[in-house]
């Protein structure tokens, strides 16, 4: 059974910074394309960043220059780096990898999800 568990999200005035992690346990193999999305109260969820294995991300535009995303293979976890939060920035963060584990005979490709962190920037 694979999981995903998301900490650090809380609370924080505008300009603030927070850091969030998703570590992924299991019977893993290996781990592909890990990312982060949001969803904000009322609205979709949507990507904010993604990493492959090998280090190359992605951001979404409205979060260039103030998220960086980065990933530790060895310990299967994925980070997000947060600056200069604004109160758009609000909602629950969801990490998601894409991940192959072991099963008794064989083994299976899955995309996962955590639980969800929540992360709100007071104005």
């Known amino acids: 059974q694979v999981q995903l568990v998301e900490s650090g999200g809380g609370f924080v005035q505008a300009g603030g910074s927070l850091r969030l992690s998703c570590a992924a346990s299991?019977?893993?193999?290996?781990?592909?394309?890990m990312g982060w999305y949001r969803q904000a109260p009322g609205k979709q969820r949507e990507l904010v960043a993604t990493?492959?294995?090998?280090?190359?991300?992605t951001h979404t535009d409205s979060v260039k220059g103030r998220f960086t995303i980065s990933r530790d293979n060895a310990k299967n976890t994925v980070y997000l780096q947060m600056n200069s939060l604004k109160p758009e920035d609000t909602g629950v963060y969801y990490c998601?990898?894409?991940?192959?584990?072991?099963?008794?005979?064989?083994?299976?490709?899955?995309?996962?999800w955590g639980q969800g962190t929540q992360v709100t920037v007071s104005s």
């Open positions: 990493i492959l294995r090998d280090g190359t991300s």
């Open positions: 998601n990898a894409d991940i192959t584990s072991a099963l008794t005979l064989g083994r299976m490709r899955g995309d996962y």
């Open positions: 299991g019977r893993i193999i290996s781990i592909n394309t």
